[in-house]
DNA sequence: GGTTCAATCTTTGCGGTGATAAGTTCATGT
DNA sequence: ACATGAACTTATCACCGCAAAGATTGAACC
């Protein structure tokens, strides 16, 4: 009796342990969320002992990076994908929304990992280089879009300020969707919060608004 | 010896434990970050048993939420200080973009707290009613901002559109900026960042081609 | 075949954490 | 004076990240 193991011992090396951990760990990420996010839970679930996944990634912060990274990459994806899907070469103003939105639906569907990607004081591993590359990557999809629908060069000025403009609001929208801090309806679709908050930007910016001091035209 | 509390009898009872816990809580959140904040810790520093701050607080998530909803009131009284301070009533997009940066710079003096209110995910306590009001009061005023600027009432869509626009502007570009993750030089000023992001705001959706007033490069 | 070896996974254990239970001190009202 | 209750104490528990050292396995070499 008293086989320490409760497995069979065909599956000492359970082989594909490290993308088995990963994938427990996005899982129990969104259901826990990442305080709670222990690898001895993961490991348990897994049969594994806990130890086990210290092979695989150096630490916690580690295995929070790699999904960190893998979060941005699935982004990155995305955005391409609702890009190239949709077509509006002729309205840059509505390719940007449609942009907006399929980043605002990539925060809603994976909350928690959008939360990990762009929240490293919860313990990230900053010296996890492909972290770094990854989000640069995802950031440079944008700016690509943004200089493609505004018919600039990639590294015109313009275009990196609209980058910062479009990336701050969807990302601001977004985190305040998933932590349920904005005053709208719960349900509302993220094709409505979208269209809303670009009206909002059409009345400060556009020209139905107040003229400014300074008008170009008039 | 071995008199088992170090600390005179004169101060068992401590009196203003509560607020002391607060502002070494504030402190350390700062310091060592929220993930690392930990009740022993605090009460350690202040030479009293770690229990004793379960009296004050029911449970970490409390105490935690005690501190962002404080971080709410400090950044609503930072919108209305730099309002009535700067006085643009006849520029609105001034207006607003000095708000922002209002905002912005009370994310960067106060990084973690800041972190710490936009993410009830690391644990904070849901059913503290200060906080949810706190936070709504704080929304309110950017409201009250916008629609005095705009010339609009408080209900009408248009504030609700702007506000959500300016919002999630405001918090995206701070949490970008205080998680390091823009793509422009460290040191640059909050002036500028926010200036860079308004000005991409005017490629996207004011008139067409607006030129930059102010000339410098980024 | 047998032996070695490195990778993988195990048990064991340390120190730190949130949280509860039960006891101690003290200020205050009657 | 003394009862009451709030403020604080010392256990103690379960869980966590992480390190050390040993066990299991397959593959590679002879």
Do not use: C
């Not at 990992?113 to 929240?119: D, E, K, S």
């Amino acid at each position: 009796m008293t086989k320490p193991s409760a497995r069979k011992r065909t599956s000492y090396h359970v082989g594909n342990l490290s993308e088995r951990l990963m994938a427990e760990a996005r899982s129990m990420l969104e259901t826990v969320g990442p305080a709670k996010l222990s690898i001895r839970a993961i490991s348990e679930k897994l049969g594994v002992s806990a130890t086990a996944a210290y092979h695989h990634f150096s630490n916690r912060a580690a295995l929070l990076s790699r999904l960190a990274t893998l979060g941005f990459r699935e982004l990155q994806q995305a955005l391409i994908d609702n890009d190239q899907q949709i077509e509006l070469q002729g309205d840059h103003r509505k390719r940007l929304q449609n942009a907006s939105l399929a980043y605002l639906e990539f925060a809603r569907a994976n909350p928690a990992l959008y939360q990990l990607m762009f929240g490293p004081e919860i313990g990230l591993d900053a010296s996890d280089e492909g972290f770094e590359k990854a989000r640069l990557e995802a950031f440079g999809e944008l700016q690509k879009i943004i200089a493609a629908s505004l018919n600039e060069p990639l590294e015109s000025r313009t275009v990196r300020q609209a980058s910062l403009a479009a990336w701050s609001h969807s990302h601001g929208l977004a985190s305040l969707v998933i932590h349920k801090v904005v005053g709208f309806p719960e349900g509302m679709s993220s094709e409505r919060l979208v269209e809303t908050s670009f009206q909002g930007f059409e009345h400060v910016f556009g020209r139905s608004g107040v003229p400014s001091l300074r008008v170009s035209d008039d």
